[in-house]
């Protein structure tokens, strides 16, 4: 098997697609002084899910205030 395509595994569901991931998740890790960052490479799909989710808990959160 060879592949020259480059390929990624969605982050979110763990499917292996190929080209580029449509879009990517931004995880932030506190550790210690410093933040690691995570940016997951995420299929189509998962990243409309996503992109979704952070909308709707953000406007979760501007009502509460
Ligand atoms: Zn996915």
């Known amino acids: 098997m060879s592949e020259r395509e480059s390929t990624y595994r969605c982050d979110a569901c763990g499917e292996?697609?190929?080209?580029?991931?449509a879009?990517?998740?931004?995880l932030l890790f506190p550790r210690g002084?410093?933040?690691?960052?995570e940016e997951?490479?995420?299929?189509?799909k998962c990243a409309l899910a996503i992109n979704?989710?952070?909308?709707?808990r953000f406007?979760?959160?501007?009502e509460e205030g």
């Open 16 to 21: 292996t697609r190929r080209g580029l991931p």
């Open 52 to 56: 979704l989710t952070a909308l709707h």
């Open 23 to 26: 879009g990517r998740g931004l």
């Open 40 to 44: 997951p490479p995420l299929c189509d």
């Open 59 to 62: 406007v979760e959160e501007e």
């Open 33 to 37: 002084d410093e933040v690691v960052r």
